[in-house]
T-cell receptor
Framework: TQLLEQSPQFLSIQEGENLTVYCNSS?????LQWYRQEPGEGPVLLVT?????EVKKLKRLTFQFGDARKDSSLHITAAQPGDTGLYLC???????????FGKGTLLTVNP | NAGVTQTPKFQVLKTGQSMTLQCAQD?????MSWYRQDPGMGLRLIHY???????DQGEVPNGYNVSRSTTEDFPLRLLSAAPSQTSVYFC????????????FGPGTRLTVT
């Protein structure tokens, strides 16, 4: 059983549309991170959430950590082609320097 | 500031060959890790290190060895390559135990035939 379930697995939208992707689990976490990975590159951290119910904004991206700290969502407003990439959520495995990743949501934003 | 560097970028091996994937970071981070990324499997932790001279196994350590003689370098060795080790390998580093950012290298794409 996968510790982190990300949905949807694939998402293809038109520029200007809004979207939400999800990262769900039955376990409780001390923190959760979102990374974006572009083709041929390593993941790059977008945000870390640590408090239940926390909402963080990064320009057009809004991240929310569930009240029970079991799940998280990423909402993108007015998506742009530059948002294209693999969005990964990750949680610490016992220690924060050992991460468990979800399988990711592959987002394509078409011009 | 180069961050995390990995060499080579691409590599093709024959079954049974050995090789070392190089990883270096110039941020003086204590913690370094190796992950592999496979389609449909996500990123999985192979080995990690909490400082020079200290290493431990992650989720999928079989077939791989690591050592950490300096803070900067964390090489990953494939002792006898197998087709199941065809993957993209990422090295990462972070500065501490708290929820700090992990910095990833650009990856090594390995094909074993």
């Amino acid at each position: 059983t996968q510790l982190l379930e990300q949905s949807p697995q694939f998402l293809s939208i038109q520029e200007g549309e809004n979207l939400t992707v999800y990262c769900n689990s039955s376990s409780v976490f001390s923190s959760l991170q979102w990374y974006r990975q572009e083709p041929g590159e390593g993941p790059v951290l977008l945000v870390t959430v640590v408090t239940g119910g926390e909402v963080k904004k990064l320009k057009r991206l809004t991240f929310q950590f569930g009240d029970a700290r079991k799940d998280s969502s990423l909402h993108i407003t007015a998506a742009q082609p530059g948002d294209t990439g693999l969005y990964l959520c990750a949680v610490p495995r016992g220690s924060n320097y050992k991460l468990t990743f979800g399988k990711g949501t592959l987002l394509t934003v078409n011009p | 500031n180069a961050g995390v560097t990995q060499t080579p970028k691409f590599q093709v091996l024959k079954t049974g060959q050995s090789m070392t994937l190089q990883c270096a970071q110039d941020m003086n981070h204590e913690y370094m890790s190796w992950y592999r990324q496979d389609p449909g499997m996500g990123l999985r932790l192979i080995h990690y290190s909490v400082g020079a001279g200290i290493t431990d196994q992650g989720e999928v350590p079989n077939g791989y060895n690591v050592s950490r003689s300096t803070t900067e370098d964390f090489p990953l060795r494939l002792l006898s390559a197998a087709p199941s080790q065809t993957s993209v390998y990422f090295c990462a580093s972070t500065r501490g135990e708290a929820a700090y950012e992990q910095y990833f290298g650009p990856g090594t794409r390995l094909t074993v035939t």
